[in-house]
Structures are given as structure tokens and as C-alpha cells.
T-cell receptor
Framework: AQKITQTQPGMFVQEKEAVTLDCTYD???????LFWYKQPSSGEMIFLIY??????QNATEGRYSLNFQKARKSANLVISASQLGDSAMYFC???????????????FGPGTSLSVIP | ETGVTQSPTHLIKTRGQQVTLRCSSQ?????VSWYQQALGQGPQFIFQ???????GRGNFPPRFSGLQFPNYSSELNVNALELDDSALYLC????????????FGNGTRLTVT
């Protein structure tokens, strides 16, 4: 069963506007970590932001923020003031707790393609 | 701080051949994971190495194997290549503590003909 769902295959946003990329996840663990990665056309996966399941505040990193709603099992990425260089694939990912796996397996969603329009 | 580096960048092989992909971890990282990313999909976990031993594996057959060396660099070997093995292979290093994020290399694009 798919554990990470990203329902938006493609998104468009006007330059300087904010955009929200959706992510829902499925886990029975109480302890887990959520990540967002950016993948430009060059192929490299770039780590953007992390949210721990026990973190009470939403994570922020510069123009990136994570809208974490634990009860709804959602971890949406918000990009403020979009720039042309933000055009890329964005992947939501989850690392389940050590109780389930003794190793650092990270599961990725199918991704959302973001295009920033000048 | 040196990032994750992978070689080669691109590779073309024939069905049935064997291939070795290489990865140097980010300095200070002791864990290496390998992922396969087919076109238009998210990365799929192949396996992870920690202290030179495989300590976790995804749903990949035994013809996918690997090594981790004392300097934490790693190799991914694929035997008896199949057309479906064509993909971007990503190496990621991390610290074996908490929810340390994965740091990826640029990947190796493998094409099997």
C-alpha cells in the first residue's frame, strides 16, 4: 500500500506568489520524520525541510514552511514568494520510527512537478 | 564539507551485462543508501549500508548487491541487467542518528539496451 500520497502531479504558480504542495502519509508509528526534497531537471535530490512527529511547531526554512497536521496525517509544503529557480519536482518523504525498522529507510511519494511562470 | 559524489554520470549497458556504480559519502556520514528512480516516479529504496554491512533492503532481487568500504564510500552492483533496470540510481549518505536527512549525489543515469 502506498504510504505517501501526493495528489497533484503538476502545479503552476505565478512568480512571487505562494504555493502549497500537498502530501498525506500513512503510518501506525507514533514517532516518525517527514521530509521534503526538491529535484531539478539535473537530477540531484536537494533536502529542503524536516518535521518530526513530536515537533509542536511547524518547521520553517527560509521561504519553505511545512504545514503539519498530525491528526489528518498531512504535511504540506508551502513555498512563499516563488522564484523561477523553484521550478522542479518536489517529493514528500517519510522515515518511520526505529521501532518498525532498524535501518534508515526513507519512503518517497510520487512527486509534484512545479512550474513557476514569469 | 565535501558532498556526495557519484560516478559515472551516465552509462549505457546491454541486457545481461553487469554494472558497478560508485558513491563517495559526504564527509562525516557513516550510512549509505541506494535508491532507484524510474522515469516519472519517486525514488525506490534498494538497500542501506552501515559499518560495511547491509542493514536494510527494499524489494529488489539478489542480483542487486553492494559494498561499503572503511572510508564509507560504497558500490552498487547489478548483475544480469534487464531493460527495466534503466533508471537514475541515487546514492545518499546520512548520519545513523535520529531522523538525520539523506544527502544525495547527482545520480548515475543507467540505460540498458
Amino acid at each position: 500500500a502506498q504510504k505517501i500520497t501526493q495528489t497533484q502531479p503538476g502545479m503552476f504558480v505565478q512568480e512571487k506568489e505562494a504555493v502549497t504542495l500537498d502530501c498525506t502519509y500513512d503510518t501506525s508509528d507514533q514517532s516518525y520524520g517527514l521530509f521534503w526534497y526538491k529535484q531539478p531537471s539535473s537530477g540531484e535530490m536537494i533536502f529542503l525541510i524536516y518535521q518530526g512527529s513530536y515537533d509542536e511547531q511547524n518547521a520553517t526554512e527560509g521561504r519553505y514552511s511545512l504545514n503539519f497536521q498530525k491528526a489528518r496525517k498531512s504535511a504540506n509544503l508551502v513555498i512563499s514568494a516563488s522564484q523561477l529557480g523553484d521550478s522542479a519536482m518536489y517529493f514528500c518523504a517519510m522515515r518511520e520510527g526505529y521501532a518498525k525498522t532498524s535501518y534508515d529507510k526513507v519512503i518517497f511519494g510520487p512527486g509534484t512537478s512545479l512550474s513557476v511562470i514569469p | 564539507e565535501t558532498g556526495v559524489t557519484q560516478s559515472p554520470t551516465h552509462l549505457i549497458k546491454t541486457r545481461g551485462q553487469q554494472v558497478t556504480l560508485r558513491c563517495s559519502s559526504q564527509s562525516g556520514h557513516n550510512t549509505v543508501s541506494w535508491y532507484q528512480q524510474a522515469l516519472g516516479q519517486g525514488p525506490q529504496f534498494i538497500f542501506q549500508y552501515y559499518r560495511e554491512e547491509e542493514n536494510g533492503r527494499g524489494n529488489f532481487p539478489p542480483r542487486f548487491s553492494g559494498l561499503q568500504f572503511p572510508n564509507y564510500s560504497s558500490e552498487l552492483n547489478v548483475n544480469a541487467l534487464e531493460l527495466d533496470d534503466s533508471a537514475l540510481y541515487l546514492c545518499a549518505s546520512s548520519l545513523a542518528q535520529g531522523y538525520s536527512p539523506l544527502h544525495f549525489g547527482n545520480g548515475t543515469r543507467l540505460t540498458v539496451t
